[in-house]
């Protein structure tokens, strides 16, 4: 588990960088198949852009997008395989069932209110090392919803994807589309990651760190 934690944080720093190079390429945001500079956007992002024939109002900055465009789909696929053994390692040690799966008594709204009552009024909290309902509901809601959300918009950005499996863009509404869809799956994750981290370093930043790459979970932790 605690493998796979570390190689997804990786992928994901990664991932985020060579996106926001990718991103700056063309910072203007389609619905449907095709988009371009001579058609109106659904959104623009007031960003410059690394390529002058995209009209932002800005200085144009240093063209990246071949060396983030290779890294960005080697952390994908790598961050994949990765996923899939997470899965797979927590299906056959109970770590899904026991630690994710909510218990009877955490699936209601009262559960999850109680949690984030707690922590909008910085209330101590005794967890035993156990997710409380708020963390069950995100961990999964990111492991099985938004990843694969991330996974399957990415690929469709593919032509080698399009041309196999046209159905898997044409679902999401067409290439444009899926890469809409991906911009603000990534942000969704982008702050889950930085709440993640928040909550990390309220409960104790290197204590928690530290059990996360040794393994070890000292007494007052728990």
Known sequence: MRVTH??????FLALLVTGVEILLSHPRFYWGETGNVNMHPLFTLHVPSSRAMVPTGYAVLPDQNGWSRYLHFEAAWLIILTGIVYVLASLWNGHLRRDLLPAREQRNW???????????????VKESGAYNAVQRAAYLGVIFGLLPLLIWTGLALSPAVASVAPWAVEALGGRQSARTLHFFATVALVLFFVVHVVMVTLAGFWSRTRAMVTGVVKEEQL
Do not use: E, M
């Open 6 to 11: 570390w190689i997804t944080v990786f992928c």
């Open 110 to 124: 009262k559960a999850y209110a109680a949690v984030l009552g707690r922590y909008l009024h910085r209330a101590p």
